[in-house]
């Protein structure tokens, strides 16, 4: 496969599902709720995973697809190729701010990230990474970081976690690295936070029980650009059903790595 055209037919589907989000006279606000009363849903995130996965299955009839609105993270086929899709990550952004939110597409193969796109509709920034040729931001490539102590490190943390379910000591852990950094940052996109990762806007991101839809593209992004995107918690495994993540610049990511699982 060649996946260098296959990401460029990705990037052409995104941009044109992207009208749809980027048009403020198709914003569409039938709003609905999932789980509790703070997860939101519009009649968008639904249109725009059916768009795509539409596309997608036309002009690949054997490829599997999956994402948050569509076919759910289960019975994934190995023997062919498949697009994990968060058709807009960052409803309540979408919803209240109109700002940070993106499209995200992550191509698996045999277990293997071999394709990533993250497009922050708003800002026009197509962030793109093909396994083994590099990462980058508009067609310019990201490098990777050059290492920096912890203590000038600015974070992407959600303070959401400071009162949360996470245990007492996680919580504890927490609030030692928002104290010991330089700053913290949140802006409510979970494949947004992580690709800036990648850009070297955030030199870490935590997040506790992300789904493989929030993280399928960047975990391909942070790698081709140098750093690392694991599970926060040693043992666990990515892309199992809800997944604590930890993605950073190396030196970063090993000391919060390293403070989350008491080392
Ligand atoms: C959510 C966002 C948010 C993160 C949540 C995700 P959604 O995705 O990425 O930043 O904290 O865990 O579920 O529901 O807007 O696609
Ligand atoms: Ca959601
Ligand atoms: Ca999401
Ligand atoms: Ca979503």
Redesign the pocket.
Known sequence: MDWTALKDQAIAFISEAAHRLYDPALRNLDIDTKEDADDLVTANDFAVQHFLSDKIKQAYPSHFVIG?EGEQYKNIPDHTITWII?P?????NYVHQYMNFAISIGIYYKGEGKVGIIYDVMADEMFTAVKGEGAYLNGKKLYPRKSIDFSRAIIGF?ARWLVGSAGPKTKEVFAGMVRDVRATRSY????L?LAYVAAGRLDAYV?M???PW?YAAAAIMISEAGGECTPLFDGDELFTESCSVLAGEKHVHEEMFARCNGQ
Not at 88 to 92: A, L, V
Request: no cysteine; aromatic share 0%; glycine share 12%.
């Open positions: 948050e968060d807009i990550d960052g409803t309540t959600n409510g996109s979970a494949s936070e997040s029980r992300l789904a929030d």
